[in-house]
């Protein structure tokens, strides 16, 4: 992970927050040296079967990044909702979806160039 350019969190939506073993997870990283997460781009989308698609999971995820220094990717939010009607046999379906999470990859690139442009002229 410290090797990583950049990151990719993904997460379903339990009582409106993150899952308690992806929570588990970042807390046990971020107690490494150096921290794995500090100025690092991380692109985060989420899929559940109501309406807001992870949107509090995600933002509560934006939340524990800001302690952990991380470069969240702001736009796009990518937040699958009704999941159910989206996916079959295991394959996304929805083309609006897939074009948003082709953005999110594109995002997350050009956020992963840029940082390692500034930590080249450091
Ligand atoms: C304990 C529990 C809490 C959940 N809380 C939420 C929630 O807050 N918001 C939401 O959109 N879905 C919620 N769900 C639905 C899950 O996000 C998910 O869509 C559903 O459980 C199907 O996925 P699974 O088979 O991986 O559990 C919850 C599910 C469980 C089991």
């Known amino acids: 992970m410290l090797e990583a350019d950049g990151i990719v969190l993904v997460s379903p939506e339990y009582n409106y927050g993150i899952s308690g073993v992806l929570k588990n997870a970042i ?3 971020s ?4 921290q794995p997460f500090a100025a690092k ?3 985060l989308f989420g899929a559940s079967m109501g309406v ?3 949107a509090r999971a995600q933002y509560q995820l934006r939340q524990t990044l800001v302690f952990l ?4 990717v702001n736009k796009p939010e990518v937040m ?3 999941a159910q009607n989206k996916f079959a046999d295991g394959k996304l379906t929805d083309e609006a979806t897939g074009k948003l999470l082709a953005d999110l ?3 997350l690139a050009l956020a992963c ?8 002229v450091k």
């Open 52 to 54: 807001l698609g992870t």
């Open 31 to 34: 107690r490494m040296t150096p």
């Open 27 to 29: 807390d046990w990283l």
């Open 105 to 107: 990859g594109a995002a």
């Open 69 to 72: 220094d991380g470069r969240p």
């Open 80 to 82: 699958i909702a009704q």
């Open 113 to 120: 160039r840029q940082a390692r442009a500034a930590a080249a």
């Open 41 to 43: 781009p991380v692109a």
